[in-house]
């Protein structure tokens, strides 16, 4: 294995070296893309640490007063009927 921080696996090589990927990404050493064959199914490991910190990054998003206006805009949007342009 490289020592990429970010790296994309094929499942079956994942699954071979999962305890050393464990160790690996829960130290800190970046995160890796499990592929399956097609392509199709994709997942990331990420540590704990850093799901944490992205998830309080989008909760101070969230607060922010301008990312408020957004959804809103966003969500009266959404309620046009595309056929006729009426809410």
Do not use: W, Y
């Not at 994309?8 to 890796?32: C, D, F, K, S």
């Not at 850093?50 to 007063?65: G, H, K, N, Q, V």
Request: negative net charge; glycine residues 4%.
């Amino acid at each position: 294995m490289t020592d990429n921080l970010f790296r994309t696996l094929h499942i079956l090589e994942a699954q071979q070296t999962l305890p050393h990927l464990h160790q690996r990404v829960a130290q800190g050493n970046g995160r890796i893309l499990i592929v399956d064959s097609e392509g199709a199914l994709n997942c990331v490991l990420l540590s704990k640490d850093e799901l944490d910190s992205l998830e309080r990054a989008l909760e101070i998003l969230a607060d922010a007063e301008h990312f408020k206006i957004a959804c809103q805009t966003l969500s009266r949007l959404s309620v046009v009927d595309p056929m006729s342009g009426n809410a």
